[in-house]
Nanobody
């Protein structure tokens, strides 16, 4: 089992940047595929980015491709989401999630563990 805690959210103007962090405790984070999801008010939670156990492969939602970068530091049990060129439509609660599966999946129900979320607000 792993516990996940996100941090780094906040308010920023359009075009700005934020870096989200996800601290994992308990079972070693390299055991899991890690993902970031987000949920905007009135909308369903959606996949943002995912990374394999040792960071060899990443995938992104089309809406963030080229602007967001997911990375991980297994020695520190940390996962990051660097968000650049932020847009108002990126406003959401962002969640870190861990998956015991073998491939990066984009469906939230496939993930086993979740953090509590961190709010990101982008103003125009």
């Amino acid at each position: 089992q792993v516990q996940l805690v996100e941090s780094g959210g906040g308010s920023v103007q359009a075009g700005g940047s934020l870096r989200l962090s996800c601290a994992a405790s308990g079972r070693t984070s390299s055991t899991y595929i890690m993902g970031w999801f987000r949920q905007a008010p009135g909308k369903e939670r959606e996949f943002v980015a995912g990374i394999t156990r040792y960071g060899s492969r990443t995938i992104y939602a089309d809406s963030v491709k080229g602007r967001f970068t997911i990375s991980r530091d297994n020695a520190k049990n940390m996962v990051y989401l660097q968000m650049n060129s932020l847009k108002p439509e990126d406003t959401a609660v962002y969640y870190c999630a861990a998956d015991q599966g073998l491939i990066i999946r984009t469906i939230d129900s496939e993930y086993d563990y979740w953090g509590q979320g961190t709010q990101v607000t982008v103003s125009s």
